[in-house]
C-alpha cells in the first residue's frame, strides 16, 4: 500500500515541479511589456516575445485552416463511404502507423519537402504543411470516432425518410458529431502549440516578425528552446514557458468541458 | 434535382479528401526512403548500423554510439518510470476515494500535454545543476533519463490505469470472496489479468521515448560518445538528426534520412507489438 | 372492416419468389405473397426467421448492409422495386419506416417533424409549419405537444417518442408505412394507443407491421403472414390469409401450433 501511495504521491511531486516550477519563475516576468516587444536576441535575451506568439498564431491558423477539411473530409471518407476492401484497410492501417512516428521524421519529410525540393525555404508555409501532416492521423482518427459515435439509429431514421447520403450526413451526422469534431480540432490546436521538433528543422529560427506566408518564424515553444540553449536569459525561458503551460492548461479545460457537453447531447439531456 | 446533385458532388469530394490523407501518407515513406537509402547503399548496411565512428567530415558515418545513446537513455527511463507508473495507475483505478481521481487523473492528462520543451528546460535549469554535483558536468545521461521518464509517466499510467479497469469485477470479487486481501487481489488477480495492457503501455511509452528529441538535446550533452556511466553525455539518434540536417549535405543528409528510417522501423516494430500485445490481452478476457 | 374500400389507391405490394442473402447466408427462401392496399398486414412467427429482414426488403434498408443479394420480383403498385432504374431515395420517401425502438433525432419536436419535407425541398416557414401540424394531429400527438414544439424530442416519453416518429414518416407523405415491432419497447397504454393509431391510419395509408405479439396481431390487422426457419436457417413463408381465417381456422399445422403457443 505505501508503495502504491508512494508511487502517486511521487508523480504528484514531478508534475508540481515540472509545472510549478516553471510556473513560479516564469509568472513573475510575465509583464504587459514582455508580451508586447520583440525579442532583442543577444547573450542576455532582451525583450520580449511578441514577435513569437504573432508567429505561433499565425502557424497555427495555417495549419487548422489545411488539416481540417482535408482531415474531415477523410474522416467522413472512412467513416461512411468507404467500402469494405483492401484498400480501405490499407488507408487505416497508414493512419494508425503514422499517429505512432515521432515529429521529428515529420520534420525530415517536411525539410526534404517543402524547405528543399519545393523551394519555400525556412517559412511558415513549410512549418504549416509539415504540421498538416504530422497532425492529420490524429484529426482522422478523433473526428472519425465522433462521427461513428453517434447511435446507428439517427442514420436509419433519417435515410428511411427519404433522403439522400449526403443530407443524412450534413443535417444529422454531422450536427450531431460537431462537439466532438470541435474536440478534436481543439486537440490538433494544442499539440500544434506544443511541438518543437518538427518545427526546429522547418521553421528557421528567425525572431522577426513574420510578414508573409514565406517568412520564418519561432513558436513559443521554439522560442524556449532558442532561449536555453543560446542565451543565459533562462528568466526569459521560464517567462515564455509560463505563457506555454498556461495556454495548454486553457486548451486542456476547454476540451475536457466540451466533452462533457457532448456526452450530455448524446445522453438527451443538453 | 439539386439535392442529388449535391450528394454527388459531396460524394466525389469526400472521396478525394480520404485519397489525399492516403497520397500523404505514401509521401512521407517515399520521400524518406528516397532521401535515406542511397546512404545504406554508400556506407553499407553494417557499417552503418555498427560503425563506432561518425565523423561525417571524415566520411565516417557509424551511428552506433547514437543508437547506445538512445538505448541507454530509453532504458534508464523506463526503470524509473515503469514501477512508479504502475504504482500511480493501481492508485488511479483501485485505491484512491473517488475525490483523489478527480483532481489526480486530470493532472495525469495535463501532463501529456506539456511539450517536450519545458521539461528540457526544468531539466536543464534543475537536474543538470544537481547531477554536476555528484560528478561530470551535469549534462548526463542520468539527467536525460529522469527528464524522459517524467514525459513517459503520463503515457503509462493513463493506459496501465485503463487496462486495470478494464479487468471483469468478477475476477476481483473472486478474490475478495475467497478472503484474498486488497492489495493480494491487486497483486495477484487483477495485475496479471492487466499484464498485457500494462504491457503495452510501456512498450508505446518506449517508442515516445524512443522518439523524443527536442528535450534529450537540452541536457544529455550531445557528445558523440559511448556513456560508460551515467554521469558520461551522449548523444541520441533522434537528437543528431534535428542537430545536424540544417547544414548536412550529399552522403551526410542522406546518412541522417538513413537514420530515419532506422527510427521509423523500429516505433513500428515497437507499435505493432503493442497493438498485437493488447488484442491478445482482450480476446483472452473474452474467451473466460 | 373492409379491406379494399378504395378511399387511397396505392400502396399495393406484391412479391412473387423472393429470395435474401447475407453473403453466403440465406436469410429468405422464396416469399411469395400480395399485401393489399389501405389495410394492415401482419406479419408473424418465432424469432430470427426474417421478418424484419423482410420488411427492410421493402423500401431497400437492407442495400445498407455489405454483401447483400436479392432475388425474384418485388413491386410496389405494379413497379418493380429492385430495379437498376430505381431512384432508392425516392422509394424511401414513398414507403416509410417505424423502427422497434424511437429514434428521434437530437433537435426540437419540431426540426425532428420537419426534417423530411425539408430535404424535399420545402422551406417555406408557413407551410412546414402546417405539415408539422397536420402530421402530429395524424399521429395522434398534437394536444400533447402543440405548445412545446421547440423543445428536444429526446424529452418525451417513449410512447410520445414512437408517435413522434410515426408523425415524421407521415410529414413526407409516403403510401406504405413499414413498422418493425413498433410497440416492443412500449408499455401497454402506450400500445394500445399506437394500435389505435394504427386502425385510424389505414384509411389513407398501406401498413406493413412486424411484431412478435400475436394478440397485437390478431387486434390491429387484415391479413396475416406466417413465417418461419427452415432447417438451414432461411426464413420462408408458411401460410398468409386474412386474420380472421389465419386465427380461427389455420390451414398449416405449424401455423395452428405457434398460434396455440406449442412453440415460439
Known amino acids: 500500500m505505501v508503495y502504491i501511495w508512494g508511487g502517486g504521491f511521487i508523480t504528484v511531486l514531478i508534475l508540481l515541479v515540472v509545472i510549478g516550477y516553471v510556473l513560479v519563475q516564469g509568472i513573475p516576468s510575465i509583464t504587459l511589456d514582455f508580451l508586447l516587444t520583440p525579442p532583442g536576441g543577444g547573450l542576455s535575451g532582451e525583450g520580449g516575445i511578441s514577435t513569437v506568439i504573432v508567429s505561433t498564431f499565425y502557424l497555427v491558423v495555417v495549419t487548422i485552416v489545411i488539416l481540417v477539411p482535408i482531415g474531415l473530409g477523410a474522416a467522413i471518407y472512412l467513416a461512411e463511404y468507404a467500402p469494405d476492401n483492401r484498400l480501405t484497410r490499407l488507408i487505416r492501417y497508414g493512419v494508425e502507423t503514422l499517429a505512432g512516428v515521432p515529429s521529428i521524421i515529420f520534420g525530415l519529410f517536411g525539410f526534404a519537402l517543402f524547405v528543399t525540393a519545393l523551394h519555400f525555404n525556412f517559412s511558415i508555409l513549410s512549418g504549416a504543411l509539415t504540421l498538416v501532416c504530422l497532425l492529420l492521423p490524429t484529426m482522422i482518427r478523433t473526428s472519425e470516432e465522433a462521427i461513428k459515435s453517434v447511435p446507428y439509429a439517427h442514420r436509419e431514421g433519417a435515410l428511411a425518410l427519404g433522403v439522400t447520403r449526403w443530407q443524412m450526413v450534413s443535417r444529422v451526422l454531422l450536427p450531431t458529431a460537431l462537439p466532438g469534431i470541435v474536440t478534436a480540432i481543439i486537440l490538433c490546436i494544442g499539440r500544434a502549440i506544443e511541438e518543437t521538433a518538427c518545427l526546429y528543422v522547418t521553421l528557421g529560427g528567425s525572431a522577426a516578425m513574420p510578414s508573409s506566408l514565406l517568412s520564418g518564424g519561432r513558436t513559443l515553444s521554439l522560442h524556449v528552446f532558442y532561449l536555453a540553449m543560446e542565451t543565459r536569459a533562462f528568466d526569459k525561458a521560464m517567462a515564455t514557458g509560463a505563457v506555454l503551460i498556461i495556454t495548454i492548461i486553457a486548451i486542456n479545460t476547454l476540451t475536457n468541458w466540451l466533452s462533457y457537453r457532448f456526452q450530455k447531447r448524446m445522453r438527451g439531456t443538453a | 434535382m439539386t439535392r442529388y446533385f449535391t450528394d454527388r458532388l459531396a460524394k466525389y469530394i469526400v472521396s478525394i479528401s480520404g485519397a489525399v490523407s492516403f497520397v500523404i501518407l505514401l509521401a512521407i515513406a517515399v520521400f524518406i526512403l528516397k532521401d535515406g537509402l542511397p546512404a545504406f547503399k554508400e556506407i553499407g548496411v553494417f557499417d552503418f548500423l555498427f560503425g563506432t565512428v561518425w565523423r561525417p ?86 539527467a536525460a533519463s529522469i527528464v524522459l521518464m517524467a514525459m513517459v509517466l503520463p503515457t503509462i499510467i493513463s493506459i496501465s490505469e485503463d487496462s486495470i479497469r478494464a479487468v471483469p469485477p468478477s475476477y476481483k470479487e473472486g478474490a475478495l470472496a475467497i478472503g484474498a486481501t486488497h492489495w493480494q487481489t491487486i497483486r495477484q488477480v487483477l495485475l496479471p489479468a492487466a499484464k498485457s495492457g500494462i504491457g503495452a503501455s510501456i512498450v508505446l ?47 551526410h543528409e542522406s546518412a541522417l534520412f538513413a537514420t530515419g528510417i532506422v527510427l521509423f522501423i523500429f516505433i513500428l516494430a515497437l507499435n505493432s507489438i503493442a497493438v498485437i500485445s493488447l488484442k491478445r490481452g482482450t480476446h483472452a478476457q473474452t474467451l473466460t | 372492416m373492409t379491406i379494399y374500400n378504395g378511399a387511397c389507391d396505392c400502396g399495393k405490394i406484391s412479391a412473387k419468389g423472393v429470395n435474401l442473402h447475407y453473403g453466403s447466408f440465406q436469410a429468405l427462401r422464396n416469399i411469395t405473397l400480395e399485401i393489399p392496399q389501405c389495410a394492415i398486414t401482419a406479419i408473424i412467427g418465432p424469432s430470427g426467421c426474417g421478418k424484419s429482414s423482410f420488411l427492410r426488403l421493402l423500401n431497400r434498408m437492407n442495400d445498407i448492409i455489405n454483401g447483400v443479394r436479392v432475388e425474384g420480383v418485388l413491386q410496389l403498385d405494379g413497379v418493380s422495386i429492385y430495379d437498376k432504374y430505381v431512384n432508392v431515395v425516392d422509394l424511401r420517401k414513398r414507403v416509410g419506416m417505424v423502427f422497434q425502438k424511437p429514434n428521434p433525432f437530437p433537435m426540437s419536436i419540431f426540426d425532428n417533424i420537419a426534417f423530411g419535407p425539408r430535404q424535399h425541398g420545402i422551406n417555406n416557414r408557413k407551410v412546414l409549419e402546417e405539415i408539422v401540424e397536420r402530421s402530429l394531429r395524424h399521429a395522434a400527438l398534437w394536444d400533447e405537444v402543440s405548445d412545446k414544439l421547440g423543445q428536444s424530442a429526446l424529452a418525451l416519453s417513449g410512447g410520445q417518442q414512437q408517435r413522434l416518429c410515426i408523425a415524421r414518416v407521415l410529414a413526407v407523405e409516403p403510401e406504405v408505412i413499414l413498422m418493425d415491432e413498433p410497440c416492443s419497447a412500449l408499455d401497454p397504454i402506450a400500445t394500445l394507443r399506437i394500435e389505435d393509431l394504427m386502425r385510424a391510419l389505414t384509411k389513407d395509408y398501406t401498413i406493413v407491421i412486424v411484431t412478435h405479439n400475436m394478440q397485437q396481431a390478431a387486434r390491429v390487422s387484415d391479413m396475416a403472414a406466417f413465417f418461419m426457419m427452415e432447417e438451414d436457417r432461411a426464413g420462408m413463408l408458411v401460410e398468409y390469409g386474412s386474420t380472421s381465417q389465419i386465427f380461427t381456422k389455420p390451414r398449416d399445422k405449424r401455423t395452428e401450433d405457434y398460434i396455440t403457443g406449442r412453440f415460439g
Open chain 2, 57 to 142: 567530415g571524415q566520411e565516417q558515418y557509424g551511428i552506433l554510439t547514437m543508437i547506445v545513446g538512445s538505448v541507454v537513455v530509453t532504458i534508464g527511463s523506463l526503470i524509473l518510470a515503469v514501477p512508479l507508473g504502475i504504482a500511480c495507475a493501481i492508485l488511479l483505478a483501485e485505491v484512491a476515494p473517488f475525490k483523489v481521481r478527480q483532481v489526480l487523473r486530470p493532472c495525469v492528462e495535463l501532463l501529456v500535454g506539456i511539450p517536450s520543451v519545458v521539461y528540457g528546460l526544468v531539466g536543464l535549469v534543475l537536474l543538470v545543476p544537481a547531477v554536476r554535483e555528484i560528478g561530470g558536468n551535469g549534462f548526463s545521461v542520468l
Open chain 2, 205 to 251: 511509452g518506449m517508442g515516445r521515448a524512443v522518439g523524443e528529441t527536442m528535450a534529450m538535446i537540452m541536457v544529455i550533452g550531445n557528445s558523440i560518445v559511448f556513456p560508460k556511466t551515467p554521469l558520461d553525455p551522449a548523444r541520441t539518434l533522434t537528437g543528431n538528426i534535428a542537430v545536424e540536417i540544417n547544414y548536412a549535405t550529399g552522403v
